[in-house]
């Protein structure tokens, strides 16, 4: 059973949650994901802060037969608190909360048990980390359903210009998670999603391939600088905000034609949509 809980939790892959946030974002209401991003990248620093200040051992610390190397590399770092089962429950139950349809909380909690089950299954978490994980997840996912960030005025650009200060004075041999999370904060918080997504079927497909083209070819460019660059704490900050500065600006700037400007609407649910008089 192994190759299929390792593609389980696979679901939990940072590529993963790129592709479900842009689409999202792209597809269903742009205001609703520049909020769950910010609500993402904040959890995602907890977690690591978390993790890294606890520095509690996995199942296999000390008995490295356990798990098989395919196994283990999915496992990085500390254990406490989960990030899989974490940034799983902040994401899906995140996205839950902001549409608010009982198919959505249905499909969000299959996917989060399932994801957090493989890695108890896998024996890389002990129950506690995942327990822990899951009720971090849940608070920051009822953030995401019921608050909506600022999104003009000296804020837009002060609070990004912090988060890569941050990242500027991090000391050398900081976890790299940190400049991610600090990149991820700044790029959504900075972002300003002012379009409307694609109505149509056609639409939404030539968005959904396209600007997942446009992403992963940025994502995977700035990964393929030396290592002895890319993993400099303002660098990977700059290098993950960037990203998101492409997918919610850059993106509907090509893609105009199928995701026309519109104003900013910072909701945490889309409105229902009204049929037009005949």
């Known amino acids: 059973m192994e190759p ?36 993402f990248a904040g959890s995602y620093l907890v977690n690591s802060a978390l993790k890294y200040g606890l520095d509690l051992p996995r199942p296999f610390t000390s008995d490295p037969g356990l798990v098989s190397d395919t196994v283990r590399a999915t496992a990085g770092g500390p254990g406490l608190p989960s990030g899989h089962a974490q ?41 506690s980390d995942v327990i822990v994980g899951l009720l971090l997840g849940g608070i920051a996912a009822a953030v995401a359903g019921r608050v909506a960030f600022p999104d003009a005025g000296t804020g837009r650009w002060a609070v990004p210009v912090m988060a890569l200060l941050i990242a500027t004075v991090l000391p050398a041999g900081t976890p790299r998670e940190y400049g991610t999370g600090l990149g991820l904060f700044a790029g959504f918080w900075y972002a300003r999603p002012n379009f409307a997504p694609p109505r149509d079927l056609a639409g939404r497909l ?3 391939v396209a600007g997942l083209l446009i992403v992963f070819t940025v994502f995977f460019g700035l990964g393929a600088l030396p290592s002895e660059v890319k993993d400099i704490g303002l660098v990977r900050a700059l290098r ?39």
């Open 206 to 208: 030539i968005v959904g």
């Open 87 to 127: 940034m799983s429950a902040t994401l899906w139950a995140g996205i839950a909360a902001q549409v608010r349809r009982p198919s959505m909380w249905i499909a969000a909690a299959v996917l989060i048990a399932l994801i957090s089950l493989s890695r108890l299954v896998l024996n890389v978490h002990f129950p």
């Open 4 to 39: 299929f809980w390792l593609a389980v939790t696979n679901l939990g892959r940072d590529e993963v949650f790129i592709v479900v946030l842009a689409l999202y974002t792209w597809l269903w209401n742009p205001g609703s994901g520049r909020n769950l991003g910010v609500v």
């Open 240 to 278: 993950y905000a960037g990203l998101v500065v492409v997918a919610v600006e850059v993106v509907p700037a090509i893609l105009r034609r199928w995701m026309p400007r519109t104003t900013l609407t910072a909701l945490t649910h889309p409105q229902p949509e009204t049929v037009p008089p005949r």
